[in-house]
């Protein structure tokens, strides 16, 4: 690959510098990164470099790392099919598609994708309800979370009944809307109705008079039910309804430990998680044959030490290994999980944030690669370990010394040469490294590499 | 008339899947006339003749040697001995950590042509053509052999589908017993990974992305899986966060799921590099509450919404 830039160029100490080291490279990429930042002609400059070529202007339209600035410099080009892939570019902001709606001449597809944009403000949303008659583009804005309440009444008004699937989960429906919702639907709009934030009172009672078990289950999530209405879903013969209401916030310490009881393993899986079951219902939880109901019991944030004892000693690997998980596991327990036989359970404690250094150093001499990346992620890790594992063969084993918030500039630095770019990529933010050694990487081979040191050192210049 | 000689591979008293892909891979270039010989080397050699009894095999090689397992030295020696037997002009190999151990070597003493990973097999004319990936992956690289009377070639898993049509090919056994190895076993030591599933062979996998948010609930996707028979598999952050195993991690830092037919990503947004890994598969769901999520764009089908809600629901399905 030709070389994009001087060599030896040292780190520019302005945000001038930066752009016409940029523009002197001509690399396309970093003139991307810092299109924000420039002004005037350097603006002009670069706006030139980027749309030089139309194939650059349409790989920029699509690219997911274009900046905002960028892909609305674009919108401005009299070019449809720069329009279509804006349009479906998730970077795009509110005012880009505004630029693209300006100018779309009415395009279905490129007004389809407009009401589909995670983007599109609620303003766009609504002239396009009061001005396109297609289903499909009503639907899509009928769908979207930024359509207000208005817009969807106005829908509703003139196609009664047409988007009752995207009005019943709509954050922004009316509760007026919702009633009618309730009495013209089927199981799954009333299912969804009686879950919704809105739903009034009067529906949930009548809700609680359904028999059909999707609108049940449904009801037994919703947290604004009264502990006598919990109280009669409890004696309900669904597993369904139960999980569901197992799992209720409001459900109550009295009936959570009556339901400890019941047969379903589902049930008493969810129940496992709960924060208000009495010292007798964990015990009894720790001894389930179910290894489901263990395995969640054993991250029981409330769980004394005593039982996670019995459970790291349990036949399961998998619930031995929920225990090293467990936020509130003591050291002395980690320690003996750490000379576990399964493997699975020794990276549980490798990743654990409590283990000690000691624990984690005797850890680090094993092979295995799940073990060695939890020790090389850990924050407790000795930096002379961190050393060793950032020149391991393995790729992901590098990858956790990379991602270990007390690395030190150090050790990180021979990884700067790592030859995953991904690795190099990571370490542009990387708060141990200095300035010198970021630009260090200003003429990777890797065009993300370099786009991502150019736009880290010019959001530097913007906040300044 | 040539000949094609492929060596099957056996791993822990089972034939491995891709011995039977090689067999495909070679139906690519034979003509009619053509003889496909099939090696099998090992202590217990005639134990994988049956499973090698398909379609498309003509004579099947059982070489009888002091080695249970894989043994570099004895498989380049044995090789190199049925090749100056039989003269072959294509020799196949699956594209493994055993073939890796030997077949540049071979390739190296024989002057033979050489490409590993291969995907893509023909004739042009009378040269052998060979697809394989250049670039990281980035494009197909054509590759000939200008002036080589034996090609030798590893071919990738999970490409070429392996016939189930069983056949009587006629069989001949060899005693190479007396070839001896370099090194020496001093202990057998268990891999005993973190898991023991390898997901570039299974056909169901359900994924898991940043949309699951905190570790605990991997628990209830765990389940999930288990429930509807999937393999559990994941994107990097989760991997690197030790949530799931790196062996079930999908993408370019982490595996490609070769043999899988339906893929079901949760909560994940679709980075190149995931896709990097998945996006070959017939059938994907992707389950997304971001409608701009770039899964969507090789989605199959597309679910806006929250994957706990769409968890739920699947879950009282298969109650």
Redesign the interface.
């Known amino acids: 690959m030709p070389m994009l830039f001087p060599p030896d160029i040292s780190l520019p100490n302005s945000a001038d510098a930066l752009i016409d080291c940029v523009i002197n490279s001509g690399d396309l990429h970093s003139a991307a990164a810092v299109y924000e930042l420039a002004q005037g002609e350097q603006k002009k400059q670069l706006r030139d470099l980027l749309c030089e070529e139309r194939r650059n202007t349409l790989l920029l339209a699509r690219w997911?790392h274009t900046p905002a600035a960028v892909l609305q410099m674009l919108a401005e080009i009299d070019d449809e099919t720069v329009r279509l892939r804006l349009d479906?570019n998730?970077a795009s902001r509110a005012g880009t598609l505004n630029t693209i709606y300006k100018n779309s001449g009415h395009d279905r597809q490129l007004l389809c994708l407009l009401t589909?944009?995670?983007?599109s403000s609620s303003t766009l949303l609504k002239r396009l309800a009061m001005s396109e008659d297609d289903i499909p583009i009503l639907k899509s804005i009928a769908?979207h979370p930024n359509t207000d309440a208005n817009t969807l009444m106005c829908l509703e008004k003139h196609y009664p009944g047409m988007f009752d699937n995207e009005l019943a989960v709509h954050a922004e429906t009316p509760t007026e809307l919702l009633e009618t919702l309730y009495q013209r639907g089927n199981c799954f709009i009333r299912s969804a109705v009686v879950s919704h934030i809105r739903c009034p009172e009067h529906l949930l009672d009548s809700a609680f008079n359904e028999t059909d078990t999707?609108i049940l289950?449904h009801l037994a999530a919703n947290p604004r039910l009264d502990s006598e209405k919990l109280a009669v879903l409890a004696q309900h013969d669904d597993?369904?309804v139960l999980?569901?209401l197992a799992g209720n916030p409001s459900l109550g310490a009295e009936l959570a430990n009556q339901m400890i009881q019941n047969s379903s393993n589902?049930v008493r899986?969810t129940l496992a998680?709960r924060t208000d079951l009495t010292a007798e219902n964990l015990q009894r939880l720790v001894d389930d044959d179910d290894h489901?109901v263990r395995?969640?019991v054993a991250?029981h944030p409330k769980l004394p030490d005593l039982l996670l004892n019995q459970l790291a000693s349990d036949q399961n690997d998998e619930v031995r290994r929920?225990v090293t998980?467990n936020p509130q596991t003591p050291v002395d327990i980690l320690r003996q999980l750490a000379e576990d036989s399964?493997?699975?359970v020794r990276?549980?404690v490798?990743?654990q944030k409590n283990t000690p250094a000691d624990v984690l150093s005797t850890l680090s001499e094993e092979s295995?690669?799940?073990?060695l990346?939890?020790v090389a992620?850990n924050p407790n890790t000795p930096q002379a370990i961190l050393i060793r594992l950032s020149g391991s063969q393995q790729?992901?084993i590098r990858?956790?010394v990379i991602?270990n918030p007390q690395a030190e500039r150090d050790t990180l630095l021979p990884l700067l040469e790592d030859p995953?770019y991904?690795h190099r990529l990571l370490l542009v933010s990387n708060p141990a490294l200095n300035d010198n050694d970021r630009w260090s990487l200003h003429d990777d081979p890797d065009l993300s590499v370099r786009f991502m040191v150019f736009k880290w050192f010019a959001q530097k210049y913007l906040q300044l | 008339m040539k000949t094609f000689l492929l060596i099957a591979e056996h791993r822990r008293g089972e034939l491995r899947p891709i011995s039977l892909e090689v067999i495909a891979a070679a139906q690519e270039l034979r003509q009619a006339d053509d003889k496909v010989v099939v090696a099998v080397i090992g202590e217990q050699a005639e134990n994988y003749v049956a499973d090698l009894s398909v379609a498309g095999v003509d004579e099947i090689i059982s070489v009888k040697t002091g080695s249970v397992e894989f043994d570099p030295d004895i498989f380049e020696s044995v090789v190199t001995s049925l090749m100056e037997k039989l003269d072959p002009e294509v020799v196949l190999l699956p594209h493994s950590v055993d073939s890796l151990g030997y077949a540049a070597t071979l390739a190296r003493k024989g002057n033979y042509g050489f490409a590993t990973d291969v995907y893509g097999l023909q004739y042009d004319g009378d040269e052998l053509v060979a697809t394989r990936s250049g670039y990281d992956q980035k494009v197909n690289v054509e590759l000939d052999f200008p002036g080589k009377q034996c090609v030798l070639l590893t071919i990738r898993p999970s490409v070429f589908k392996a016939t189930e049509e069983s056949a009587s090919p006629t069989v001949s056994v060899e005693d190479m017993t007396s070839i001896g190895s370099r090194s020496t076993n001093l202990e057998f030591v268990e891999a005993?990974?973190?898991?023991d599933i390898d997901i570039t062979t299974v056909d169901f996998i359900m994924s898991i992305g940043r949309g699951i948010a905190e570790?605990?609930n991997v628990?209830q996707f765990r389940?999930l899986a288990e429930m509807a028979d999937a393999t559990l598999c994941c994107s990097r952050p989760i991997?690197?966060?030790?949530w799931l195993?790196?062996?079930r991690q999908v993408g370019?830092?982490g595996k490609v799921v070769g043999s899988c037919k339906l893929y079901v990503a949760m909560g994940i947004s679709g980075s190149?590099?995931h896709m990097a890994g998945m996006k070959h598969v017939p059938t994907i769901v992707a389950v997304n509450s971001?409608?701009?999520?770039?899964i969507f764009?090789i989605a199959k089908y597309g679910i806006?919404g929250d994957i706990f809600e769409i968890e739920?629901e699947l879950?009282?399905h298969f109650?």
Do not use: N
Request: charged share 30%.
């Open positions: 997911e479906k998730p589909q944009h995670a983007h769908a999707t289950r597993v369904s999980r569901t589902s899986r998680s489901w395995q969640w991250r929920a998980r399964s493997v699975w990276a549980g490798a990743y295995d690669v799940d073990v990346s939890g992620s790729t992901d990858r956790g991602i995953y991904l | 005993g990974g973190a898991d570790e605990a628990e389940e991997a690197d966060s030790g195993p790196k062996s370019q830092s190149i590099q971001d409608p701009g999520a770039s764009t806006v739920e879950r009282s109650e």
